[in-house]
Each structure stands twice: as structure tokens, then as C-alpha cells.
């Protein structure tokens, strides 16, 4: 069965400031990325996912992530953060071999102050 | 376009009566997923559908979660005899086709509680 740790339940920052949300999973097969945010009062949405190719994945918002596949990581990161940042954050993965549902982690909540 | 929608958003149940949430997926979309979300917790996964065909269940909880989709757009999840610990939000979700790399379009939820 798959797993994901998101290790940083709650992480608060300062407007600018760099961000990194770490995630990782536990499945040794081929496995498809999900990073989805939730905004206050919103529905959750996708921030950025990876299948294959690059392992350095562009998303919406200036958002990016990396899968480290020897570390099983796929770390989500933004280089200035702003305060409109303030969300829940999850990760996700599924099995690459065609399972469907999404094995969610516990989810990150990300307080940008001004 | 519309978005997916559920309804009711919220519900109050006293323990032991049935419920029914709906899902009214984006139009056209084939694949339909509901999952569970207790508080604090990442969604859970409960069952999926391809068109009217229900190819996983395994993230039921108990028998007393039912989840149909009969004609292959509008899905309904059923918990009958509701307890406690059936409290929690109840995501669904819809994506283009069966496709295990499709993006999975989520709706607001719905919040049940029961007391």
C-alpha cells in the first residue's frame, strides 16, 4: 500500500521569504505527483503534477517541484511567497500502474503574514 | 464552465439515520471518485466509478457506505445507520477520462456531522 509523509504540519513564513514543503512517499513501484492546494473557504485545486520526463515540474502561481526518486521525495517549492500563499497544502500520489484513486498526505498549512 | 458541485454542503445527522450526498460531476467526464476527509486529515479514498461502472470500492469503510452512479454522470453516496465517526467532509471528484494521469477535478464538499 502507498503512503505519503508530509513531514511540516504547520509552517508560517514572512512575505519574500523562500518556501519548501517537503513530501515523501512510500511505494516502490512507478508512481505519478500530485501537489493540490486548498485556499480558504475553497475547493481543493491543482498546483502541479509529474508522470515522467523532467523530474523538475512547473506549476501554477510560481510554484515548482522536484522528484528525487532515490529519496522518494517530490518537495514542493517557491523562491518569494506571498501573502495570497496562506492555504492548505497536500500531497498526492497514485500507482503509475493504473490504480486511480489518490493516496493523500496529511495535508501542510501555510500562514504567509504580511 | 461549471465546476463539480455537491450538495447538500452541509448536513446534520442524529446517529443512526441515513444520508445521501450528491455529486454532479463536469459534464462529459467519465471518471468519478468520492473520498473522505475527517478533520486535520488528508482525503481518504473511497471508491471509484468509470462511467456506471464501480471498478474500486475498496476504500469503504463499512457495508453501511454505498456509493452508485446509474446512469454515468450524477453519483450518489449513501451511509446508512450514520455513526459518529462517519463524521467528517466528503469530497467528489470527476476527471476527462479513465486515464490514470488525468487531473482530478475537485468539488466543495459536503460536511456531515453527526451527533
Known amino acids: 500500500a502507498q503512503s505519503v509523509s508530509q513531514h511540516n504540519h504547520h509552517v508560517i513564513l514572512s512575505e519574500a521569504a523562500s518556501l519548501e514543503l517537503g513530501c515523501n512517499y512510500s511505494?516502490?513501484?512507478?508512481?505519478?505527483l500530485f501537489w493540490y492546494v486548498q485556499y480558504p473557504g475553497q475547493h481543493l485545486q491543482l498546483l502541479l503534477k509529474?508522470?515522467?520526463?523532467?523530474?523538475l515540474v512547473k506549476g501554477i502561481k510560481g510554484f515548482e517541484a522536484e522528484f528525487i526518486k532515490s529519496k522518494f521525495s517530490f518537495n514542493l517549492r517557491k523562491p518569494s511567497v506571498q501573502w495570497s500563499d496562506t492555504a492548505e497544502y497536500f500531497c498526492?500520489?497514485?500507482?503509475?500502474?493504473?490504480?486511480?484513486?489518490?493516496?493523500f498526505g496529511k495535508g501542510t498549512h501555510l500562514i504567509i503574514q504580511p | 464552465g461549471a465546476g463539480v458541485s455537491q450538495s447538500p454542503r452541509y448536513k446534520v445527522a442524529k446517529r443512526g439515520q441515513d444520508v445521501a450526498l450528491r455529486c454532479d460531476p463536469i459534464s462529459g467526464h467519465v471518471s468519478l471518485f468520492w473520498y473522505q476527509q475527517a478533520l486535520g486529515q488528508g482525503p481518504e479514498f473511497l471508491t471509484y466509478?468509470?462511467?456506471?461502472?464501480?471498478?474500486?470500492k475498496s476504500g469503504l469503510p463499512s457495508d453501511r457506505f454505498f456509493a452508485e452512479r446509474p446512469e454515468g454522470s450524477v453519483s450518489t453516496l449513501k451511509i446508512q445507520r450514520t455513526q459518529q465517526e462517519d463524521s467528517a467532509v466528503y469530497l467528489c471528484a470527476s476527471s476527462p477520462d479513465r486515464r490514470y494521469q488525468e487531473t482530478q477535478y475537485f468539488g466543495p464538499g459536503t460536511r456531515l456531522l453527526v451527533l
Open positions: 511505494y516502490g513501484g512507478t508512481v505519478n
Open positions: 466509478f468509470q462511467n456506471e461502472a464501480q471498478l474500486d
Open positions: 509529474y508522470f515522467s520526463g523532467d523530474p
Open positions: 498526492a500520489v497514485n500507482d503509475g500502474g493504473g490504480a486511480d484513486g489518490l493516496t
